[in-house]
């Protein structure tokens, strides 16, 4: 069998597009920014300044200085986007290879993304502390036989964040933070693929896992009492993963051909600045600017051993920005509620450049929530957020091999969250 069909895979670029992509259930791209459940009700508005449990520690360590004692939390976010799509001319490998007329069902599904923190303030200028979350990660899942099954079918993606942090009071009004972190990815990618020219049409699939370091960093400043700002950035990842490729028949047949697969891609980095005032003993506001570096992801290169040759995909991602604004109403001891909207730009720059794995676009947040204190040690957070996302224009042409997927998407996305804080 000759090796040049098969440079339609382009496998591993979906892969690690995948990894957040379909969401609109998340932040753009494929960050995901449901660390916690305590913040979902604001749409995660104040989010490097509130440090109102320990799950600062991802958002701003610096934070760790205004919890006393030892404090741990723990929850869940519930995510599930939708995504269905609607053609308009796409075209199979060479323009030709008929794509049929499903339109591959809602792609989006649940995902769970989980998170647990703790963080001992050792005295009054040291604290210490561990977030293990989940920052990357989603299924998608279209029909086997859709229109734009060339592009792809099916991706999974798990990951693993581990970040030990520490805390220093500098002075009654200042406090700074720093992090690292150890993230791990888990991917399994497939697609249908042509095994000649003129065909038959077979199915191709990539696992694939890798690591990486990064680090974070914050400020946290009281300018008044009532008033605090938060600064927090986030360093870049670079991530090395590698796996295998393989090639399947038609139907029932089994691999025909198999390639040692690897890549480097760099996750972006990001600056979060953040506000909060209490206007009195009950209303607190909040707001929060931040800037993703996407445009770092200009392409994804691959390198494949044996029968299968390099391949790349174009992106062309741009930097994006967020802007949420929120507020907590203190209704009684026990309980705070919780409100919230959001902005938020898409990194994808185009139709043109719009992969089936990542049909993102720009969305409006609006979320609501609750805390109710048990008591003045334990509490539990709940929230729930929609997400409005603009119908998004789809005209990617992947090449002679992979075909033309042209339509668009319908999106929305709803996360549900709950988290359970105590301090000992």
């Keep these: 069998m000759k090796a ?22 998340h932040a753009a791209g494929f960050q995901l ?3 916690s459940a305590s913040g ?40 599930r986007p939708s995504f269905k799509f609607g053609n308009d001319g796409s075209t199979g490998p060479g323009g030709l290879w008929p794509v049929g007329t499903n339109t591959g069902g809602d792609a989006g599904s649940w995902g769970l993304v989980p998170n647990l923190y703790g963080s001992w303030r050792i005295n009054p200028d040291w604290a210490v502390g561990l977030g293990i979350g989940a920052p990357f990660g ?22 693993i964040n581990i970040n030990p942090s520490v805390a220093y009071r500098v002075s009654d009004r ?35 896992n890798g690591d990486g370091w990064g680090w974070n960093v914050g400020m946290l400043y009281d300018i008044t009492p009532d008033t605090r700002i938060g600064l927090s950035y986030r360093s870049a990842v670079k991530m090395d993963v590698d796996g295998d490729t393989k090639v399947y028949g038609p139907g029932p047949v089994g691999v025909l051909m198999r390639a040692d697969a690897e890549t480097s891609v760099k996750l972006p980095d990001t600056a979060t600045l953040s506000f909060t005032h209490n206007l009195n003993d009950r ?33 062309k991602f741009r930097d994006t920005w967020r802007i949420a604004l ?28 719009r992969p089936t794995s990542l049909p993102d676009n720009d969305r409006y947040w609006v979320s609501v929530g609750a ?9 539990i957070d709940v929230g729930y957020a929609h997400l409005f996302v603009k119908d998004t224009d789809i005209n990617n042409n992947a090449g002679p091999s992979k075909g033309t997927v042209r339509g668009d998407y319908s999106s929305n996305a709803n996360i549900v969250g709950v988290q359970v804080s105590y301090r000992f």
């Design 138 to 159: 989603l299924m998608t899942e279209y029909d086997d036989d859709w229109i734009g099954r060339f592009h792809s079918t099916k991706f999974s993606i798990e990951s």
């Design 326 to 353: 929120g507020a907590n109403y203190r209704a009684s001891e026990k309980w705070t509620l919780r409100g919230g909207i959001a902005w938020d730009q898409s990194p994808v720059r185009d139709a043109e450049h």
């Design 33 to 35: 920014l449901e660390q």
């Design 371 to 379: 805390r109710y204190n048990f008591s003045e040690r334990a509490s």
């Design 283 to 315: 209303w607190q506001l909040l707001a929060d600017v931040s800037w993703t570096g996407w445009s770092k992801i200009e392409s994804l290169d691959i390198y494949n051993s044996g029968p299968v040759p390099d391949d790349s995909l174009d992106l």
């Design 40 to 79: 979902l009700g604001n749409a995660y508005a104040g989010s490097a300044a509130i440090a109102q449990d320990a799950s600062t520690i991802f958002y701003n360590p610096a934070g760790m200085i205004k919890l006393d004692g030892i404090n741990v939390s723990g929850g869940v976010n519930a995510i």
């Design 174 to 208: 200042l406090s700074i933070g720093a992090g690292l972190n150890w993230m791990h990815l888990d991917a399994d990618y497939r697609r249908a693929a042509m095994l000649g020219p003129m065909g038959p049409e077979g199915r191709a699939g990539v696992k694939m």
């Design 4 to 25: 040049a069909p098969v440079r339609s895979l382009g496998i591993v670029p979906a892969i690690i597009l995948s990894m957040g992509a379909a969401g609109g259930a």
